[in-house]
């Protein structure tokens, strides 16, 4: 069985920062390209952060370019995305997922698995 968990969401104060995780069960973890999608309240999940099976080619989306950072440990089966300079729109339930291809591109609909979410909620 497949589980992906996310963790480390909470709340903080506006240029604040916060370091998510994505730990993954059930699946050999080094072999997926991974990434992190929001969703905002009335708004659609959008792509964050993905990440190569490697590491080593990260891609993110124009909004929180400079701000976030996405990694991954093979070795520990997790997935973090570190947030610094946090302002309140980037408030949002955040959710990990695993891509079906090298690249999986920014469409929801090239991910299978995907975790419960973690809130993070940004005040001013």
């Known amino acids: 069985q497949v589980q992906l968990v996310e963790s480390g969401g909470g709340l903080v104060q506006a240029g604040g920062s916060l370091r998510l995780s994505c730990a993954a069960s059930g699946l050999i973890f080094g072999t997926y390209y991974m990434g992190w999608f929001r969703q905002a309240p009335g708004k659609e999940r959008d792509f964050v952060a993905g990440i190569v099976w490697s590491g080593g080619s990260t891609y993110y989306a124009d909004s929180v370019k400079g701000r976030f950072t996405i990694s991954r440990d093979n070795a520990k089966n997790t997935m973090y995305l570190q947030m610094n300079s946090l302002k309140p729109e980037d408030t949002a339930v955040y959710y990990c997922?695993?891509?079906?291809?090298?690249?999986?591109?920014?469409?929801?609909?090239?991910?299978?698995?995907w975790g419960q979410g973690t809130q993070v909620t940004v005040s001013s």
């Open positions: 997922a695993r891509g079906k291809y090298y690249n999986s591109g920014h469409s929801s609909l090239n991910y299978h698995y």
